[in-house]
């Protein structure tokens, strides 16, 4: 009904003049982001100067010192992990060996303790032979 | 000499920047202004069969003659005083105008057929406004000498 009552109201003269305003108005935007578009593409394409060619080539180079370091980086991580385990076998060989040397020494300590048993022995008959 | 107007003459001009895009708006300026002219005082009303559509009884003949002869005075005075943003401006309004026209033009020959010539004729101009905005006018004064300042 009010559609009804706006079209008595305008004409479809204005109607269409208001449509193609907006339409312009939309083309002309349009037209605007596309020149936009272009100059940034031409921006893009424009051939680099001496000055950019070699701070180009800084860049490049610190890239490639960045890859070198992430590198040596790396390599560290595997000695450090070699060595942690070194140290804990090397560890592990010094409890065997203290382990060792205890057993050596009682078992020192008991041949000692035989031999002495031995003589004692031999001396007690020894004299009950010669008791005889 | 106040300091804008020195800063403008130290400026590039457009016709160093890009010749193409002068001699395009110093052209669309002076047809403008003429076709303002035109509407405003060379046309008889009477001897139109049918209405234009973008001219009704809201926007007369005389209102759209205006509007264009501005539009021209703009253009001209923009390249006069070295002023790209204002080159650009009025360059996008004429496109927004001429494109306004166009989309009446075209639904005028499907009203009332007989005027596809005029229409052609039209919408030739509108896209070569548009072509000249969008792949040869420079940017704006700002960015050019930013670039150039990089370079």
Redesign the interface.
Known sequence: MYFAAAQSVV?D??Q??I???V???V??YI??V???K??EQK?KKQPK?RMEQMFDGYERLIKQKDLEDDRKQRYIKIIEDELTATKLHVGKLEEAMERTNDELTQSREENQQLREQLDAMRKEYKSVKNGQ | MTTYSELAKARPTLKQVSPMSHWFVTIMGVFNILLGFTLMFGIDKNRLSASLIIVNEFSSYTFWGIVFILIGIVKLYALFSNNWWLSRKSLILGVSIKAMWSVALIFRIFISPGTVFITLCWLCIAALQMCCYIFFMPPNIGSFNQRREDR
Request: no cysteine; glycine share 4%.
């Open positions: 004409s003269n204005v269409i003049s449509i193609s305003a339409s312009g108005i083309i002309a037209v605007n596309a020149a936009k272009v100059q921006q100067d």
